[in-house]
């Protein structure tokens, strides 16, 4: 608790709330009644294994957590033994860390021959789906930050996207409610993630036939390309 209220102020909302629904879903319960003395790395690390078998099993989609999920635990691990160890004054924030071990999957890049596959299906299925793959291949836009996008944020004259807003999926702290997790659309707290990206000219008009003033850009209202 002495961490959270120590680093409340300076992230931003979304973070701390994923801190602290992360510390009360997989680390409270098990260390929360030890002594900082009591906790050695290689306690940390067998936890780390066992919460990827034991959650994976319990899972709704019997699949394992992700290895971001278990790198985040890992270090707010480390950040709290940190703290508690060397106190508000030398403690230094460490949230991105070292990974835990884990298996993490080998990605493959696009080639020119999916790209032209692409780029063929979006022709003929103009959808909110499709938009979402060309702003992500053409612009680098992350899937949080375009599912934040409205359609204000799109300066067509220019041909630009300005960046600063994006969407998370935290844990719904009421338990009375109906489903376990709500959406957020927060603005990026890190400045040097805020920025304009450039639309290719050869997909601007497929951007404009979904903009709709107001509105975020992923909807189903979009408008037919005629």
Not at 53 to 68: E, F, H, I, M, Y
Not at 158 to 171: A, E, F, P
Not at 178 to 205: G, L, W
Request: charged share 25%; net charge neutral; with cysteine.
């Amino acid at each position: 608790k002495k961490w959270l209220d120590h680093i409340k102020n300076s992230v931003a909302t979304t973070s701390f709330q994923r801190y602290e629904s992360l510390l009360d879903i997989y680390i409270n319960k098990s260390f929360g009644e030890l002594a900082i003395k009591d906790i050695s790395a290689t306690d940390v690390d067998k936890y780390i294994e066992e919460i990827n078998k034991t959650r994976g099993k319990n899972a709704k989609d019997g699949k394992n957590l992700k290895p971001s999920t278990l790198k985040f635990v890992r270090n707010l691990i480390k950040n709290v033994i940190a703290y508690a160890t060397y106190g508000e004054e030398l403690y230094e924030p460490d949230i991105e860390g070292h990974a835990a071990s884990t298996n993490n999957s080998q990605y493959e890049a696009l080639t020119e021959n999916d790209l032209r596959k692409i780029c063929l299906c979006a022709k003929y299925e103009r959808c909110p789906e499709m938009l979402a793959v060309l702003l992500m291949i053409y612009t680098g836009i992350r899937l949080g930050e375009i599912c934040a996008l409205f359609s204000d944020d799109i300066d067509f004259d220019n041909g630009t996207i300005y960046i600063h807003r994006s969407l998370h999926r935290l844990r719904n702290t009421d338990k009375n409610a109906d489903n376990r997790t709500s959406n957020v659309i927060a603005e990026i707290p890190t400045q040097n993630q805020i920025r304009y990206e450039k639309i290719p000219a050869s997909i601007i008009q497929y951007v404009s036939d979904f903009s709709i003033p107001g509105t975020l850009l992923l909807t189903k209202i979009g408008r037919a390309h005629v």
